[in-house]
């Protein structure tokens, strides 16, 4: 199904008119963010004995508190809004299970935000980068347009570029190069920073 066609901002009013159409159509549409989400904690979290369906279902609770919550006069696009949720509603369910073992003396765990910036560091392949506040990035592309922004956090969640061309309905060489311009132009951006 071509999601492209599909407005989030109408679909969420009309989830909250009860229109269970809608929140089919919205729900399949982040399905695969959803999925991505939990498998990457998944990874993290396995050894603790809760299965991928149990983080897959956590992110679907906080893919419908974005839902609930979302507010499109504060201008923050319904994707970012509904993947901060999910995440955070996944970093409480993991700090929460691992708290809630007495004795993880034997197991090696790392901490949320340095899980989340060793796996996706592999995607950032410049000295300049690793190097730098995550956090500087993210306010570095989140000066460009639409196009910069979906096409970089899809990326940094790990989708691959022919999965990012479907969400997004432009093809996998366009994700490549938009990409690309993206990494070079926060580079750039870093080198002028220092």
Sequence with gaps: MNYKNYNDYELIYMVREND???????F???LPIIKNIAKQYYKSYNSYGYDLDDFEQECYIGFQKAI????DSKNAIFYT???????RHIISFCTKISNSKKNI???YLESIEKVNIS???DILNDYCIYNSNIKEIWNIIYNKNIDYISVFELRWNHFEFSEIGKLLDIPKRR???????????IQKQLRYSV
């Design 119 to 121: 796996d996706n560091l």
């Design 105 to 107: 003396s034997n197991i």
């Design 81 to 87: 809004f509904a993947t901060l949720c999910i995440e």
């Design 175 to 185: 994700a490549q190069s938009i990409y690309r311009n993206c990494i070079l132009y």
């Design 20 to 26: 269970d159409y809608s929140y089919d159509i919205l």
């Design 28 to 30: 399949n549409k982040y």
């Design 68 to 71: 609930i919550n979302y507010n």
